[in-house]
Antibody, heavy 119, light 107 residues
């Protein structure tokens, strides 16, 4: 049974870069045609897909965040990561990692981690 | 972007009730629609995809219908485990979008 777990700092200062990691257990991140994704839930905009990295490489990002988002994978650790630069209070959210099948259909999710942007 | 509008935003119901949640898309998405269940502190759970296909392991009291721009999620007989927030999502493209959610509360 594949499980996903987010980790990273719960507090980030404005203008800094938010960095989170998702650890995948119960299966290899390199196997299968999956889209390893980040989704966030903000008070203002609800659930928002941020982007994904395909299991054999290649990324796609939400156009509204594209200039600030980077998603990468470390297959040796069975992890994928999110970096969001130049954060503001509007980036305060619960961040979820998820496994996408058919690109944007998410069949496995992590429990989410709250990140607060504040000085 | 395709906008997804759910109604109601909150629903009060009792165990055994039949519950229906509506989701409308701002343009046609064929049947590229999914429903998720989310309980606070837990991982969201995929319930239905392709508008009406039940994900493996999901109880048969859940059903979905619709195509184009209007969709519904029905719980035929609400159970204690079903009190949660439900989200629809269009996945017609990479730029998928979610509805605002419907919180199903105990009446």
């Amino acid at each position: 049974q594949v499980q996903l777990q987010e980790s990273g700092p719960g507090l980030v200062k404005p203008s800094q870069t938010l960095s989170l990691t998702c650890t995948v257990s119960g299966g290899s991140i390199s196997n299968g045609n999956y889209y390893w994704s980040w989704i966030r839930q903000t008070a203002g905009k609800g659930l928002e897909w941020m982007g994904h990295i395909y299991s054999i490489g290649g990324t796609n990002y939400n156009p509204s965040l594209k200039s600030r988002v980077t998603i990468s994978v470390d297959a040796s650790k069975n992890q994928f990561s999110l970096k969001l630069s130049s954060v503001t209070a509007a980036d305060t959210a619960v961040y979820f990692c998820a496994r996408g099948i058919v690109a944007s259909l998410f069949d496995k999710w992590g429990r989410g981690t709250l990140v607060t942007v504040s000085s | 972007d395709i906008q997804m509008t759910q109604s109601p935003s909150t629903l009060s119901a009792s165990v055994g009730d039949r519950v229906t949640i509506t989701c409308r898309a701002s343009q046609s998405i064929s049947d590229w629609l999914a429903w998720y269940q989310h309980k606070a502190g837990e991982a969201p759970k995929l319930l239905i995809y392709r508008a009406s296909t039940l994900e493996s392991g999901v109880p048969s009291r859940f059903s979905g219908s619709g195509s184009g721009t209007e969709f519904t999620l029905t719980i035929s007989s609400l159970q204690p485990d079903d009190f949660a927030t439900y989200y629809c999502q269009q996945y017609n493209s990479y730029s998928n979008t979610f509805g605002g959610g419907t919180k199903v509360e105990i009446k």
